[in-house]
């Protein structure tokens, strides 16, 4: 199948918006997979489509969903940047001809991508933490960069940002109208990509966008670690798992024999070609409807794309299975989570500042979150996924809170080990905060196994 038929294809396969058609959520047939929770169908083509989080497509969204008692009290928002530009390219090859300027004749479109682009070129101010100041506020060359966002990725988060605004500004009233800086708490890493794509969510969101009400502060760690990164178990769990990831490949015969073939068609050693991380730029090539590379010696085609991405699918099996990634992202996602209930807890104390967190960032920010919160069946994030948390005051008995976690729109609280038995014991209809922070504070190391209680000695276990 080549990437126009597969493309039409997934766009008859998607089901129209219920509100455009007029028939109810409920009466809507299901047409595709829970994209969030079901275990991974394994079609490499299909699976590289929802990566491509192509924008036009039809969203369901669960945000926002409680009893009619329960107040909304704050939302925490985890996003990975939008698409953007391959950071490597396939060496001897002529690199995707993209444009990253932002115009309005170009799909995909978004009624406020002009506007967007008028408000961020008059420039912020100083609404940045530095370095964040050295940055573009929206992607502008005519042929992108290495790993800049595309007009896509900045439609996609317009998109996220807009779809988070009707629910929590216009039904529930999350900021009041007279909301100032202190309500937002935004944070981002130091790539352009992450920077834009915040801003791209907040335009979408935020009645005024007012350059003196944004703070952006900069995060120099992935994992949004803070103060707490140096851990060295969590290091040695990575190590255990690249080793593990090296040795499937080294398996695979069927991958070998591919990217042997791709490094004779662009005429470098097959080492040279793998280090080249080929799926990266394959994906672009895939997302944005553009022919793959050819030589004099042939063409990279679908087959090749078929059988690495089929390879990535089986890698992520495996990583379920073995649990050292499940190690890495437990001590790895530690920090950010107790960070969270943290901010949390002040909010149920009362306290009116950082009602809305924003947390600007990458795959490997919401990937370890997703396992540590024990979503293992959830999807790799593609391009503009969002994982949110919700927390949520019973009006009925105010003392008590709830947490809701949704990951791409869909209800995810009842499938995170800290509330999937919920249902057993309980009969509150929401999952209870505690149960998060009793998580956060001692569950998450008793998952490591060891005898540690705490982040401090989990991440100094000796004899691991
Ligand atoms: C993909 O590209 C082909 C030719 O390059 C073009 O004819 C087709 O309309 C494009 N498909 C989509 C869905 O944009
Ligand atoms: C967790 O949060 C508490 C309260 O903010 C803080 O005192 C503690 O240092 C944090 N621990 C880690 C490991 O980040």
Redesign the pocket.
Known sequence: MDVLTALLLLVHLIPVSAAKNGVSSKSRKRILPEPATEPPVTDPVYEALLYCNIPSVAERSMEGHAPHHFKLVSVHVFIRHGDRYPLYVIPKTKRPEIDCTLVANRKPYHPKLEAFVSHMSKGSGASFESPLNSLPLYPNHPLCEMGELTQTGVVQHLQNGQLLRDIYLKKHKLLPTDWSADQLYLETTGKSRTLQSGLALLYGFLPDFDWKKIYFRHQPSALFC???CYCPVRNQYLEKEQRRQYLLRLKNSQLEKTYGEMAKIVDIPTKQLRAANPIDSMLCHFCHNVSFPCTRNGCVDMEHFKVIKTHQIEDEKERREKKLYLGYSLLGA??IL??TI?RMQRATEGRKEELFALYSAHDVTLSPVLSALGLSEARFPRFAARLIFELWQDREKPTEHSVRILYNGIDVTFHTSFCQDHHKRSPKPMCPLENLVRFVKRDMFVALGGSSTN??DACHREGF
Do not use: A, K, T, W
């Open positions: 803070s103060g707490s530690h920090p107790n960070q943290s982040y401090y």
